[in-house]
């Protein structure tokens, strides 16, 4: 099976910050990679899909990029809203363990 | 408008069975893989199985191999999830869900 690890496990920022979280598969998974968003008794808001490609209505501070086994996701200027949890997901399969962002 | 609504938890005996049911509807559900995806409390996102659309294929987890089975019906619009030898650490948020489409979960516990 494929592992997805992500990093950091926990983030602290201000609102503004930019902030990366990174995911790595362990082995090749090509542009098949999704980033979700999680907040609290909610289900999953998916944010990137295909590794790059931002659903619709999600705002475009966030961003996605990578392939093969490297993905970053990206939010430029840190919103309240955006206190959460971030998981990357393999297309359809494992997810990564997840990076909650907190207020610094 | 997309929905996937979950039911059948609830508390079950360890080694015991449920069988979890998702309906769906506003999308062409024949046409799309589905997925179950669970959540312990306090923990992390995990997936369970997932089906191609016409049924042929399907894929599991690890933990659940042989003792889960996920299955579909194109004509009701409708996923299962038939879960036997029920563990402890079954315990979790059961999710149907599609890409963006998720439904709102249905509680498993296991316990004596």
């Known amino acids: 099976d494929i592992q997805m690890t992500q990093s950091p496990s926990t983030l602290s920022a201000s609102v503004g910050d930019r902030v990366t979280i990174t995911c790595r598969a362990s082995?090749?998974?090509?542009?098949?990679l999704a980033w979700y968003q999680q907040k609290p008794g909610k289900a999953p808001k998916l944010l990137i899909y295909?590794?790059?490609s931002l659903e619709s209505g999600v705002p475009s501070r966030f961003s996605g990029s990578g392939s093969g086994t490297e993905f970053t996701l990206t939010i430029s200027s840190l919103q309240p809203d955006d206190f959460a949890t971030y998981y990357c997901q393999q297309h359809n399969a494992h997810f990564g363990q997840g990076t909650k962002l907190e207020i610094k | 408008e997309v929905q996937l609504v979950e039911s059948g938890g609830g508390l079950v005996q360890p080694g015991g069975s449920l069988r979890l049911s998702c309906a769906a509807s506003?999308?062409?559900?024949?046409?799309?893989?589905m997925s179950w995806v669970r959540q312990a409390p306090g923990k992390g996102l995990e997936w369970v199985a997932n089906?191609?659309?016409?049924?042929?294929?399907?894929y599991y987890v690890d933990s659940v191999k042989g003792r889960f089975t996920i299955s579909r019906d194109n004509a009701k619009n409708s996923l299962y999830l038939q879960m036997n030898s029920l563990r402890a650490d079954d315990t979790a948020v059961y999710y149907c869900?599609?890409?963006?489409?998720w439904g709102q979960g249905t509680l498993v516990t296991v316990s004596s």
């Open positions: 089906i191609k659309p016409d049924g042929s294929e399907n």
């Open positions: 869900a599609r890409d963006a489409f």
């Open positions: 506003g999308f062409t559900f024949s046409s799309s893989w």
């Open positions: 082995q090749s998974i090509s542009s098949w």
């Open positions: 295909k590794a790059s």
